[in-house]
């Protein structure tokens, strides 16, 4: 099952169009996606993931599942900056605030891998929860109060992180999207629906290709930063966090689908919600190096063998 999801992955469109951008990049091509319209796109993408959650929370209601499935998410959120820094102390010989920051965006998720999960579930007939998206937006900010303790930081910089994390764009849209699609007029949300669902894969190739840039651009740059450690790090954690998400997933009664997403958020690295915090809290810190570690390494790992890996193994517990 494993090599028939992966290679059916390795040939999806938005899986090529990353490839594609890695490509360009590594070989110094012109080819760039404009800062305003990459905005755009990442706007697009979490108000649709954000509307269609939504749409099925409508669907099908609350449940004791959603409310199991939150508190999961919050607690994998919280604990694995702990874990992750641990590891980082065993692999690298990073200092203690550059651990906490690496950690904060392990423990945190990444928005555009959820959309690739989504949309590989949808492929393959293994559709997930529509609350999950809920669970995705409840699993941005745990991560980054767990990165101020294990930083010691708080006071006045901890109040302004605070603000900047339950009012961070990606995290703002998503939820209230999600809540649009709870409360919209089903006529209503029919009229939105050509533009808010069945553009979304054609949205999700290009800025996908804008994704295979940043990583190729980051890893061309940045490479001689990445220590085996570091690399081993970026590798084994996303498989540790899929481990824990799979083994907690089992007794919320999740689908195939729902599994492989929780596993996929706990697998992946936020390069978006958490480097705005952390500028704030910790500008101390090197955060271009926890930026190539996520973008560069973990998320092409997860979109390219994660997901295939998490998907037959969410099969098999199911």
Known sequence: MFVDIALQNLASPPVLFFVLGAAASMARSDLA????VARLLSLYLMMSIGYRGGLEIAHHGVSLTLAGALAVGVTLSFAMPFLAERLLRLLTRLGPIDRAAVAGHYGSISAVTLAAVLTVTSQIGLPA????????AAMETPAILACLLLAGTGGAGGRKLLREVFLNGSVVVLIGALAVGAMANPRAAATVKPFLVDL??????????????IAGRGVRDSWRSLTPGL?????????LGAT?????ALPLGLSAG???V???LAASASYIAVPAALRIALPQANLGLALTMAIGVTFPFNLLLGIPLYLGIAGGLR
Do not use: S
């Open 33 to 36: 996606v404009p800062d305003q």
């Open 129 to 136: 929860e529509g609350f999950m998206v809920a669970v995705a």
């Open 200 to 213: 979304f894969p054609g949205f999700l190739c290009l800025f996908l290709l804008e994704m295979g840039l």
């Open 231 to 239: 690399l081993g790090f970026a590798l084994a954690m996303p498989l």
């Open 244 to 248: 824990l998400g799979g083994g907690l």
């Open 258 to 260: 729902g599994t492989a």
């Open 262 to 264: 929780l596993m996929t």
